[in-house]
């Protein structure tokens, strides 16, 4: 569920990476940016957002700008 509005790609980026290389984990991918496995896994299924200094991390690892990771979801009143 996202939270305060916005949506994460991690879990999409995280597959992809997966597929690409087979050796990629989540915890391995936690260690190179310094967090916890547990804190990664609160962001990859929207349970947190993240400080700015770990999205950027987590952006620059990826080599993806941060918007295409967390978005905000437009609401429409119709």
């Known amino acids: 569920m996202p939270i ?3 949506t994460c790609n991690l879990r999409l980026f995280f597959a992809e990476e997966k597929m690409k290389n ?3 984990t ?3 991918f936690a260690k190179r940016i ?3 496995t547990t804190a990664l896994s609160a962001l990859v299924t929207e349970r947190s957002l993240p400080s700015f200094e770990v999205a ?3 952006a620059k690892e990826l080599n993806l700008p941060i918007e ?3 978005f905000k979801k437009e609401c429409k009143n119709d």
């Open 68 to 70: 295409r990771i967390w």
């Open 56 to 58: 950027y991390a987590i």
């Open 4 to 6: 305060k509005g916005f």
């Open 22 to 24: 087979p050796t990629f």
């Open 34 to 36: 310094g967090l916890s």
């Open 26 to 28: 989540q915890g391995k």
